[in-house]
């Protein structure tokens, strides 16, 4: 079978995830610097879709780190199938909180012009993040799915 980009258990599978772990962890960073945000329940969705994508990008890190160091071969259509289902359930959930926390930061700073009170520069860096891990996270439940047709 031909290797695929960012397929599990592979350099570029890994790499993947370590920029969607790292991604998401700069996202909530800069969202939890930032004063207030706890007052806005789609800062705080954003934190919790971010914060449940650190954990499983880490634990696919960890594991495409084990199948690189014992050579083993991850595309195994039960996990490749579980993958997959991560993949697109986090992908959905991260989209769907960088597209709320968005849309209430451009209510924000152009309609309310509350930027003088707020610190929306920290909200949009957060924000641009975690649209950042979902480009990541698109690429890698793309592949996850091509995978999943050719086992």
Not at 45 to 61: D, E, K, P, R, T
Not at 92 to 113: F, I, N, T
Not at 124 to 140: C, D, N, P, R
Request: a positive charge.
């Amino acid at each position: 079978m031909k290797e695929i980009i960012g397929s599990p258990g592979t350099v570029s599978g890994l790499a993947l995830r370590i920029g969607q772990c790292s991604f998401a962890a700069a996202s909530v960073a800069v969202m939890v610097s930032a004063k207030g945000f706890s007052n806005y329940t789609a800062f705080c969705y954003l934190i919790a879709s971010m914060g449940l994508q650190v954990l499983w990008s880490f634990g696919l890190a960890c594991l495409d780190g084990y199948a690189l160091r014992r050579k083993r071969n991850l595309h195994n259509p039960v996990l490749v199938s579980l993958f997959v289902v991560g993949d697109w359930v986090t992908a959905l959930l991260s989209l769907a909180a960088a597209c709320s926390s968005a849309g209430v930061a451009v209510l924000y700073a152009k309609d309310l012009k509350l930027c003088t009170n707020l610190p929306c520069s920290r909200y949009e860096i957060s924000i641009l993040m975690a649209f950042l891990t979902w480009l990541l996270i698109g690429v890698s439940s793309h592949v996850m799915f091509w995978i999943l047709a050719s086992v």
